[in-house]
């Protein structure tokens, strides 16, 4: 048992999440000794998808009934085309969102996950960026839900911090999203806890 074992991090995911938006940045979090629980709606293994292909399942550790917010240092939102859309119908996972975020913990969505953590309410007034690239899929950016709850857009940064929220476009920006996610962990004294 290490140090930090008790340590959790959440990661909200289902059907249709993008691989590399989970596993890249879990790689930063574990690094720290911090784990990470994959919570979904159901206990049903979940499908991985890398853009829009199906790549394999994932098995769910806990459904949204059985967490506790108060578990966790914080909250990994992946995007993907399907995911962050299933996952925002549910009050139970807006209110772990929502719980989270009063609580000063960890926000961190990329990509459309974004549009998960705006229904939740916790963007107005403060930047946040996500899915970005309306020329190439306009049905799938995120601003106009973000700007609908009261978020202020940021089209051109790969990641926006703001407190204890921290927010990525795309894929290509999973470097400098987990880097941020590594360093606000570091700064809070995440892997110091017991």
């Not at 720290?32 to 292909?53: A, D």
């Not at 550790?61 to 399907?82: H, R």
């Not at 990329?110 to 020329?135: E, Q, W, Y």
């Not at 921290?166 to 894929?171: A, G, K, L, N, Q």
Request: glycine residues 8%; contains cysteine; hydrophobic residues 40%.
């Amino acid at each position: 048992m290490t140090e930090n074992e008790s340590v959790k991090f959440a990661v909200l995911v289902a059907d249709g999440f993008q691989d590399s938006e989970y596993f890249l940045p879990k790689i930063e979090i574990e690094k720290l000794g911090v784990r990470t629980e994959i919570i979904s709606r159901s206990r049903q293994p979940i499908e991985i998808y890398s853009f829009f292909s199906r790549i394999g399942l994932l098995d769910v550790q806990k459904t949204i009934d059985e967490a506790d917010p108060d578990d966790y240092a914080g909250v990994l939102v992946p995007g993907g085309a399907k995911s962050p859309a299933l996952l925002s119908e549910s009050e139970e996972v807006l209110a772990f969102v929502r719980h989270l975020n009063r609580e000063r913990k960890l926000v961190a969505p990329i990509c459309r996950g974004t549009m998960l953590v705006a229904k939740s309410g916790i963007v107005k007034n403060r930047p946040v960026t996500g899915f970005h690239l309306g020329d190439q899929y306009p049905d799938l950016v995120v601003q106009p839900i973000v700007e609908e709850f009261g978020g202020i857009w940021i089209k051109d940064r790969p990641v926006v911090i703001d407190g204890n929220l921290i927010s990525s476009r795309h894929p290509d920006d999973v470097p400098h999203f987990a880097g941020a996610i590594r360093e606000w962990l570091i700064r809070a004294r995440i892997p110091a806890r017991r």
